[in-house]
T-cell receptor
Framework: EPEVTQTPSHQVTQMGQEVILRCVPISNHLYFYWYRQILGQKVEFLVSFYNNEISEKSEIFDDQFSVERPDGSNFTLKIRSTKLEDSAMYFC???WGPGSYNEQFFGPGTRLTVL | GDSVTQMEGPVTLSEEAFLTINCTYTATGYPSLFWYVQYPGEGLQLLLKATKADDKGSNKGFEATYRKETTSFHLEKGSVQVSDSAVYFCALSGTDSWGKLQFGAGTQVVVTP
């Protein structure tokens, strides 16, 4: 069964460093998403991406964040200069179609720890 | 803005007990409603969904009915198993959204033999 994969499973970095979180969505999906969950808090939407551009983003997704689909399979989230408060579990998701009718398939997450 | 409120956990039950997890929402228009489940060490999986009022979503013995009048989408299962131990998330996607999911805080369910 197709699945969304994410690497690495755990990333430890120093404050101020750049990190890139990688995701391989399901191959025929067209819509891609990033969410994050700070320990003990809700899963929060960060950004959605379609046709090589951002379609929606949250207030959390400021200039320190960027997303890219560098090739036909990967979808990345970059944090330019990490802060302590960026420590969280980051989930990638993908769906075949847009909007609220299409199931989003989630990856297992990358735990980011900023020291 | 849109939001989801669900009951706090953990909820501890014995096997074969009845499970209810309450979920209420605030949204404009007619959002779609979802329950996701997260088993230990895994990502979120869609458990069931309902896209309009009075729809009932069901899967693996779980059910939830979209109640517009009470803005609720409570999850129920008549007889839980140890394998149902997981964290359950209620979520909505607004009608003006590109699929952005708004999640509740999650409810941990622990089923003991």
């Amino acid at each position: 069964e197709p699945e969304v994969t994410q690497t690495p499973s755990h990333q430890v970095t120093q404050m101020g460093q750049e990190v890139i979180l990688r995701c391989v969505p399901i191959s025929n999906h067209l819509y891609f998403y990033w969410y994050r969950q700070i320990l003990g808090q809700k899963v929060e939407f960060l950004v959605s991406f379609y046709n090589n551009e951002i379609s929606e983003k949250s207030e959390i997704f400021d200039d320190q964040f960027s997303v890219e689909r560098p090739d036909g399979s990967n979808f990345t989230l970059k944090i330019r200069s990490t802060k302590l408060e960026d420590s969280a579990m980051y989930f990638c998701a993908s769906s075949w179609g847009p909007g609220s009718y299409n199931e989003q398939f989630f990856g297992p997450g990358t735990r980011l720890t900023v020291l | 803005g849109d939001s989801v409120t669900q009951m706090e956990g953990p909820v501890t039950l014995s096997e074969e007990a009845f499970l209810t997890i309450n979920c209420t929402y605030t949204a404009t228009g007619y959002p779609s409603l979802f329950w996701y489940v997260q088993y230990p060490g895994e990502g979120l999986q869609l458990l069931l969904k309902a896209t309009k009022a009075d729809d009932k979503g069901s899967n693996k013995g779980f059910e939830a009915t979209y109640r517009k009048e009470t803005t609720s989408f409570h999850l129920e299962k008549g007889s839980v198993q140890v394998s149902d131990s997981a964290v359950y998330f209620c979520a909505l996607s607004g009608t003006d959204s590109w699929g952005k999911l708004q999640f509740g805080a999650g409810t941990q369910v622990v089923v003991t033999p």
